[in-house]
Every structure is written in C-alpha cells, then in structure tokens.
C-alpha cells in the first residue's frame, strides 16, 4: 500500500484559498516592515540632525553673547569709545544694554553684588545656586567654557561663564549667559510626532495600496486555483487568461503549455484506447469463436484453427504496433532534426523500396535542396506510401519516387499506376482506419496513411493526394518546408533503417 494521501476537493480549495491568503499577506508583511525600518531609520536620522542642529545653534548665540560682551569690555582702540575704569561698571554697562529673547537669561556678579537685564527673563539665575557656586569657584583667568545643568525647576539650561577684570581694579566680576534647551527638546519631539503620524499614515497607505498591488499579482493564482479545480480527466479546456509579463504571468503561461502537453497526451492516450477496443474487438471475437467451435480430436480442424488464430494475431500485433506509433507521433522527442539533402535521400528510400515487391521502380525528377527534418522519419513515411502503392498495382507496373521545390516548401511524391482513388475514398483515407471501397482486397489496418499524415504534421507540413477522376494512378504528395543549404555541409547524413 502507498504513502498517497488523497486531497478531497474541498479541503484542496481551502488549502489553496490559504496558500494564496498566507503568501499575500507576507507579501504585505515584508513590504510594511521593510517600510517601517526605512522609515524609522530615516525619523532617526533627522531627529539625530535636528538635535546637532539646534545644539550648534545654542552653542553659537552663546558665543556671539561672550563675544559682543568682550567687545564692550575691550573696544578697539581707534574707536571713540569710553574706556571703564571699574569692573562694576562695566558689568552694568554690558546688563543694561541686553534685551534677553524668551530663551535668554543674563547675570553678572561681582561679590555680592548682581546686576540682571530690566526685561523679564525666562530664569533668575541669581536663585540658581548651581550656576552661581560654580562660576563663583572660577579662577581670575580660567577660560569660557559652556556647561549644562538642570535648575531648580527641573529646566535644562546651557550656559557660559567668563571672568571679568579691568586694569586698575583689583575686583574680579563674572558675566553669565544661558539659553534653555527644553524648547530645542519640545521642538524635537513634535518633529518626532509629526514624523510618527505622518509614518503611520504613509504606513496605512502603502499596506492598503501593497494589499491590492498584491491581490492583483497573484490573481493568476487564484485563476490557477479556480482552474485546477474545475478540470477533471474528461475535460482538460480550460486555461488561464494571461496578461502582463512579469513573473507570475509567465507562470501562468507555463501552466497553460503544460495543460496542453497534458490534454494531448490524455487525447493520445483516450485515441489509442478507444481504436485499440474497437478494432481488437473483431480478431478477438473471431479468435475466441473459432477455438469454441474447434474439435479438438480432429486434426485437421485444429490445424486449420491454428492457421487462422495466428493469421488473427499478427493482424493484431501489426494493429498495436501501428497504434503505438501513431501515439507517439504526440511526443516531441519524435523526431530528431538534422540537415537533409532531398536528392541523395530519395535515392536511398528508392533503394529499400526495391524489396518491398516486384514492381518498376523508379526516380522522377529531382531537386538539389535541403529540408530541416528526421531522416529515419521521412524514409518511414515515403516507405509507407511506397507499401501502399504496391498493395494497388501488379507486378511490373510503375511506382516512382519523385522531389520538386516552390515557394519554401519541397515536394516528396510518390507515383503510381494503379487503379488510382475516386473522390469519395480521397476524402477518409487519410483518417484512423478509413479505407477506400476496394479496401477489402487487400491487406492492412487502415493506419498506414494516419501515421504518414503524423508524420508530415510533426514537420511542419502535410501530405495530400493527387488523382484524377476516370484516370488511372495516384500521386501521394510529402510536403516539407525547404531549408537553406548548410555551410559546412559536403556529406549526407546516412539515413538509418526505422526499427
């Protein structure tokens, strides 16, 4: 017993339904995730240059701030300018001309003495112990640095110290700038939520539009499905619709080419078995009836039984083998091309067909071309049509092969003087057992001109009769597109007996 598992038609439908759902939606999945990654690598990274951005832009007021202040302290000195002879002055003069923006707050202490600007300031550094110890604890000549800290108020702040003295005075004064850095914070986090909604929004977007771009990609799925559910063994029609060239419709064309491989084989096959019961039916029925009526205690009779059972069963082996052939004609493995020259091929078939009987053999005209085809093939089918020109004439009468060429195509005939073919029987002789009115005087299945006609077919070409009403003979035709004359050709390829 075999390891097969039977798939009922339902449940192959839901696994297919499941298939087809399960691929598009990792299909979406990879897409939105892929998506999701770029975008966030692309969030972080304008967050990241937003922050730099907004830190140099504090670092650079800050010193612009220390560097106009040094500009008061030390004017140039062709400038106009009232030198300070104090530090306190000096500290007052440069409060008294600051107007602090929203983020700026300024200090200036000497002592314990603090000079602020007059306009309101986001912070009052002076209540900021943090600052003020620490820029206390400076030395006379330490240099401007920046630093940050977090006040009292929970804001982050950023700020420079600088130490200040005057020539003639021995006091040392300290002048602070600040900036708060929660607004650069606030600012960089509604970019990140701008950036966080515009994302999902985009995210929604692309899975709605990547959902029905998806559906419509593998709808040749869901068509091969559909398809594949509706064919059975009796009915192999149907097809899929194929439109576009990517991948997934070149796949559909593949299962199209294979559903006409299959629905020739099954045609070839269902051929063979209905020709095979409806003409074994007869030799069977007679083989058996015979053996019934046969007595067996007389010698004679059996002998006589014996004679015609075997006479029935070579008709039947011939029957098979021609059966046989003509499914093979199907396969594309049945013929083997190759370069062939016309006029040393009809020589070599007019040399077997010497043997089939005693009759005048003979070559008409010739024509020095070529053909693209299976030699073994071509011997076969002019073979056939030879057989069956002598099974209609007697000994010595004309049987003649002959070759022409026009209009791309090449002529094969061959010619005989026999009782030749009325019209009624030119019309069925070429099909699967149909024989001409006068058939029962001689010997055959009735294939022999199906398979020359398979033969023709496999080549690209076709085979036709040529007999005049009233007038004796016939002329069966091999037509086969001509090919052009190799370049390296300067031998004919041997034409082998077809086993």
Known sequence: MTGHTAVLPERRSGLMRRITFGVRTRILATVLLLSALGMLLAGSSIVIMQRNALDE?????????????????????????????????????????????????????????????????????????????????????????????????????????????VPGDPGVGSYVVAQSLDRNAKQISEIATRFTLVSLVSLIVVGVVGWLVAGRLLAPLRQLRTTAERISHTDLTERLEVSGSDDVSEMAATFNRMLDRLESAFRAQQEFLDDAGHELKTPITIIRGHLELMAAGDEADVEETRVLVMDELDRMAR?????????????????????????????????????????????????????????????QGLLQLAHNAVKYTAAGQVIAFGSRAEAGVVHLSVRDTGPGVSAEDAERIFERFGRGADARRVEGSGLGLSIVGAIAAAHEGSVSLSSAPGESGAIFTLTIPQAPVPASATTVPMVQEVP
């Open 319 to 379: 029957l098979v083998q021609d059966l046989i052939l003509l499914a093979q004609t199907r396969r594309p493995d049945f013929v083997r091309r190759e370069p062939v020259a016309v006029r040393d091929l009809m020589a070599l078939v007019l040399d077997k067909a010497v043997g089939l009987a005693d009759r005048d053999w003979r070559l008409d005209e010739q024509t020095p071309v070529w053909i693209n085809a299976d030699p073994q093939r071509i011997t």
């Open 57 to 165: 832009r504090v670092n650079t007021s800050l010193r612009g701030e220390v560097e106009e202040f040094t500009a008061i302290a030390s004017p140039p000195k062709d400038t106009p300018a009232t030198r300070f002879t104090s530090v306190s002055s000096l500290l007052e003069a440069a409060i008294a001309k600051q107007a602090p923006d929203r983020d700026e707050a300024f200090l200036a202490m000497l002592g314990s003495e603090r000079w602020e600007p007059s306009f309101e300031q986001f912070i009052n550094l002076n209540n900021e112990q943090a600052v003020v110890g620490a820029v206390t604890a400076l030395g006379a000549d330490a240099p401007t640095r920046l630093r940050e800290v977090t006040t009292t108020s929970g804001q982050r702040i950023r700020y420079a110290a600088i130490k200040v003295t």
